[in-house]
Every structure is written in structure tokens, then in C-alpha cells.
């Protein structure tokens, strides 16, 4: 047996990471290695990894973001041409209470190319951190014009 098919019977529920190595790599090493690109390129990352990992409903999203540990994702409203989603965790709200700025391009990119390729059309992501209220909602918003081939 290979060490790659041993590796994905790794359950990865069992494990945990610490906040403070989430946070390192997240607040620290990728701004200092993108630099004041950081938030657009990490909407880009976001819609690479969506491309990656394609899924079907908002139920196979909402365990993607809790297994990823970007927080709990609700759908918040919905209409014609656009989606509010709010995600939090205790790490989100923390993070939102203790810093000035905070960027969640990757989760708005990762749910704005989920939705691009379930409903067929270009979709965009903004991002609203509620500091406040610890959360993050984002909106989704698509033209039935813009259709994908």
C-alpha cells in the first residue's frame, strides 16, 4: 500500500489545528508573501479551490466551510439575481473583534465559483464582515444574461 492511499483514509475529523497556526499562516505568512494583493489574489485562490473541490448543494458547501474551519455557513436571503450567506465561528469573531481589517476573499471566491458553476451564469462575491455581530455575510450576485457555455 502506497503512502498516498494509506494518507486519504486519514479521517480528518479526528484532528484539530490550533487557532494560533490557522492565524500564522492566514494573517501573517500570506500577506507578507502576496503583499497588498492579498485580498485578490485569495478571491482567485478561493475560486480555484471551488473548481477543485465542485459541489452539488448548499448542504455539501455549508460541511465544506465547517471541515475547511472557515466557520458555519447559513443562507441568509435569496432572490432572482442574488444570495446573502453568513458564516461565523468563535475564531471569526474573535478575529472581527480584535483587528481593524480582516479579509474573507477566499470563502467569497470559493462561493461565488460554486454558484457560477451550479447555476450556470458569471457570479461575484462581496464580502461584509459584521464586527459587531462576529459574522461575515456575503452576497453572490449573477445577471441570467451572463450565461456560462
Known amino acids: 500500500m502506497s503512502e498516498i492511499s494509506s494518507a486519504e483514509k486519514i479521517s480528518y ?6 487557532a494560533f497556526g490557522y ?7 500570506i500577506p507578507e508573501l502576496l503583499g497588498k494583493n492579498t485580498p485578490h489574489l485569495l478571491y482567485w485562490a478561493g475560486k480555484s479551490l471551488a473548481r477543485k473541490f465542485p459541489l452539488d448543494t448548499f448542504e455539501q458547501i455549508a460541511d465544506f466551510f465547517h471541515q475547511a474551519a472557515w466557520g458555519s455557513l447559513e443562507t441568509k436571503n435569496e432572490n432572482n439575481n442574488e444570495i446573502e450567506f453568513e458564516f461565523t465561528s468563535e475564531l471569526i469573531s474573535h478575529q472581527l473583534k480584535q483587528k481593524k481589517e480582516m479579509s474573507f476573499q477566499l470563502e467569497a471566491g470559493f462561493l461565488a465559483q460554486q454558484y457560477e458553476m451550479q447555476k450556470k ?3 461575484e462575491a462581496f464580502e461584509h464582515p459584521r464586527k459587531k455581530g462576529g459574522k461575515v455575510q456575503i452576497t453572490i450576485k449573477w445577471d441570467k444574461k451572463d450565461v456560462i457555455e
Open 121 to 123: 451564469v458569471i457570479c
Open 23 to 29: 492565524e500564522l499562516i492566514r494573517e501573517i505568512l
Open 13 to 18: 475529523n479526528d484532528y484539530h489545528v490550533p
